[in-house]
């Protein structure tokens, strides 16, 4: 179905009449897109920090293959599928007879950079074509945490990364706090490529809260007028896709649906009169019309109307108004820690499986902590945990870095 779906973009036009030269490239994916704003896709991390660039020229690319483009899209991301598929196809018939041809998508982003003529381009894990294109021309790469990084992450990890030929690679990764930046510092640095700690843009523009942030005001008329209240304490669940998949959720006893481990669904059924249990989709859950009307009519047979889905407000508003957070292995972990909201593991694959060391700094600082999956388990922690009391605000350095990161962008 999904190649079905990029070869209908084959006679689709790339908007090569609209790409203008610009000092900051940035180029983001339909999966990074988590909010819906004003009827557009906002990518969190990638709009956050592109809102506070005033002084220069941005231009924002879609990666292939995305489609929340254009109009669709708050950054009104220019769309390249067609050329990406045309070189594509090109590539692999020139193999086929047995002649040569360039790395798969690098063509076009060699074509892209050149109009553009960026000083900086921002992605989160920029493709290797793109970096390639970028380094034939002299432009600085970064790359944008956007969840959780370790040394299993395949994205990050060093035995998936220190093999890789460095034309391939950005040139520097941007990353949400030093616990992230010290996990991945020994092999890029054999790999000569800088780690810089700026913070978590998304959460830095909510900590910032400024009156005149149009996306500030948005959620703040918006907001949901029937979260949870009342002095029950409330609990967020933090779901993420993939649970179904055995490759990803090797536990697979553990569950009878695609949401969430059956202890889990047990211990909210028992305790939902006396917390308020708050479930918070993964974006590509909440956003994908197919999924989420799947999870909404779970959740109704299951729990009745005592469960609230948050699918509107963004992250860091929920994190403000909960008291505990359990997930089975989110990332929403380190946001949590921001707000000084203490979590609960429930994958046995962090206590040393498939992934071993996934939140370690979180779990080391007592801010974090792993349960087995069980009903008991769940309830009991419930029972003993407390508010971590370092919450509220962002270390006051992590501001002054992201302040620092964009002056150097604005050439200031």
């Known amino acids: 179905m999904a190649s079905l779906k990029i070869l209908s973009q084959l006679l689709r036009r790339a908007d090569w009449g609209a790409l203008t030269k610009a000092d900051i490239l ?82 076009t982003w060699r074509r892209i950079v050149k109009a553009v003529q960026p ?27 956007h969840g959780y990084i370790g040394p299993k992450h395949p994205g990050y990890g060093e035995a998936f990364q220190i093999g890789r030929d460095r034309q391939e690679m950005a040139d520097c990764i941007l990353c949400w706090d030093e616990n ?25 523009k909510f900590v910032a809260r400024r009156r005149e942030d149009k996306v500030i005001r948005f959620f703040e008329r918006r907001r949901a007028p029937d979260r949870p209240g009342g002095a029950r304490p409330r609990i967020l669940v933090s779901l993420q896709w993939g649970l179904d998949d055995p490759a990803l959720t090797p ?5 009878d649906n695609e949401f969430m481990p059956i202890a889990l669904e047990a211990a909210i059924q028992r305790t939902r009169e006396q917390y308020h249990w708050i479930l918070r989709p993964h974006p590509v859950q909440s956003l994908t019309p197919e999924v989420f009307k799947r999870l909404t009519a779970h959740v ?11 699918d509107n407000d963004p992250l860091p508003f929920v994190l403000s108004e909960v008291d505990l957070h359990i997930t089975y292995n989110s990332s929403v972990v380190i946001e949590a820690e921001c707000f000084g909201v203490r979590s609960a593991l429930l ?10 060391g996934y939140y370690a700094s979180q779990i080391d600082k007592g801010v974090a902590d792993r349960l087995p999956c069980e009903v008991s388990a ?3 922690w419930i029972r003993v945990s407390r508010p971590v009391q370092a919450g509220g605000r962002l270390s006051p350095s992590v501001p002054q870095a992201y302040t620092e990161f964009l002056e150097q962008l604005e050439g200031r």
């Not at 483009?69 to 007879?97: Q, T």
């Not at 992230?180 to 843009?201: F, H, L, M, Y």
């Not at 994958?347 to 498939?354: A, F, K, V, W």
């Open 347 to 356: 994958d046995p694959q962090i206590d040393g499986g498939l992934w071993a």
């Open 180 to 204: 992230s930046a010290a996990s991945i510092k020994d092999w890029t640095a054999r790999k000569q490529i800088e780690v810089r700690v700026i913070g978590n843009p998304w959460i830095n």
């Open 26 to 107: 940035a180029v983001r994916h339909d999966g990074d897109c988590g909010q819906l704003i004003d009827g557009k896709y906002y990518a969190p991390m990638i709009d956050s920090l592109l809102d506070e660039i005033r002084r220069v020229a941005v231009l924002t690319i879609a990666s292939p293959y995305s489609y929340r483009v254009g109009a669709a899209s708050h950054a009104g991301a220019l769309s390249f599928n067609g050329a990406f598929v045309r070189e594509l196809l090109v590539g692999r018939l020139r193999r086929m007879l047995g002649l040569a041809s360039d790395q798969a998508d690098v063509g």
């Open 300 to 310: 109704k047979e299951r729990f009745e109307s005592s469960v609230w889905i948050s």
């Open 251 to 255: 536990d697979q006893a553990l569950f």
């Open 119 to 145: 000083r900086y381009v921002i992605a989160i894990q920029p493709h290797a074509a793109l970096c390639r294109a970028c380094h034939e021309q002299g432009i600085f790469v970064f790359d944008m945490q």
């Open 378 to 380: 769940i309830e009991e």
